[in-house]
């Protein structure tokens, strides 16, 4: 049986070579770069997004300057970074195992404060037990919490998916819905948690999940002076063009996770770390 994975680099080795130039093109550094690929997956569902027009990709140059602002303003070298960026974690794969929309759904609300990891230990017996939306709908509470103890928040998040299959069940045919709109009605679901359902669970590109990882890189590179995840996702929409919305959130938190770490980044490693104005090197 197929599997999917929630943010995970694939087994294939690739490789990049590439000659990065800053300045005035007088220095010059040569990068190589080891990263894993994947064969890319087909989404659970080939539904197309609705027809709306797709937000129009602003050049760097029509961007109003930050306010004054303690932040740097790095957005100039935006498209320089996402091309190193893009290489480096070509096709990535997200990393949470499911095999339908609502189990998507479920591990990502149960991914909350918690790692991929652990949500995979949990889920793996969980969607045995409960197979169906109705079984969720219906499932004992305190039980359900048991169940999903060890993620953390167990009673907000059984509260949050029991109450989701339940209006999924009462006002979409048991269906999970397949828009922005829909998706952030359901209790405990949020733009972040809805862009991860449409791209990976129905292949739409709605917008770009913006977890702690893109937030704390989207500010050390310069992308955004903002802290609030809708003002960031606003603001990486006007520098990314929409195909590389989900693949852009993702590259940020492979590179958040391996690489960028909160605690000790690794910039003498870094293959951004030229165009970095957080760099501590």
């Known amino acids: ?93 997200i990393e949470l195992d499911f095999e339908t929309p609502f189990e998507l759904l479920t591990a990502t609300i149960l991914s909350a404060q918690c790692t991929d990891v652990q949500v995979n230990a949990v889920t793996k017996t969980l969607f045995k037990k409960y197979k169906t939306i109705e079984d969720y709908a219906f499932a004992n509470p305190t039980v359900f919490e048991k169940d999903i103890y060890s993620t953390g928040f167990y009673r907000m998040k059984t509260k949050h998916v029991i109450e989701c299959a339940n209006v999924i069940l009462s006002e979409y045919g048991g269906s999970v819905p397949q828009t922005m709109a829909e998706l952030t009605k359901l209790p405990g679901v949020g733009r972040k948690t809805a862009n991860i359902v449409l791209a990976r669970g129905f292949g739409i590109i709605e917008g770009i999940a913006v977890d702690t990882h893109v937030k704390r890189l989207s500010n050390k590179l310069g992308f955004t002076e903002n802290d609030d995840p809708e003002k960031i996702e606003k603001d990486l929409m006007k520098l990314a063009k929409k195909e590389d919305y989900d693949d852009l959130s993702l590259s940020l938190i492979f590179h958040g996770r391996r690489v960028c770490n909160a605690q000790r980044p690794k910039c003498d490693f870094c293959q951004i770390q030229e165009l970095c104005p957080s760099a501590d090197v």
Do not use: C, Q
Request: glycine letters at 4%.
């Open 1 to 93: 049986m197929a599997k999917y994975f929630f943010y995970r680099l694939g087994d294939d080795m690739a490789a990049l070579k590439k000659d990065t130039v800053k300045g005035n093109g007088k220095e010059k550094e040569k990068m190589t770069v080891t990263a894993t690929a994947k064969k890319e997956k087909k989404p659970i569902s080939s539904s197309s997004s609705p027809s709306s027009k797709s937000p129009r990709h602003v050049s760097l140059s029509e961007l109003p300057a930050f306010p004054v602002s303690k932040k740097p303003d790095n957005r100039s070298n935006f498209n320089a970074i996402w091309n190193i960026l893009s290489r480096l974690y070509p096709k990535p794969e």
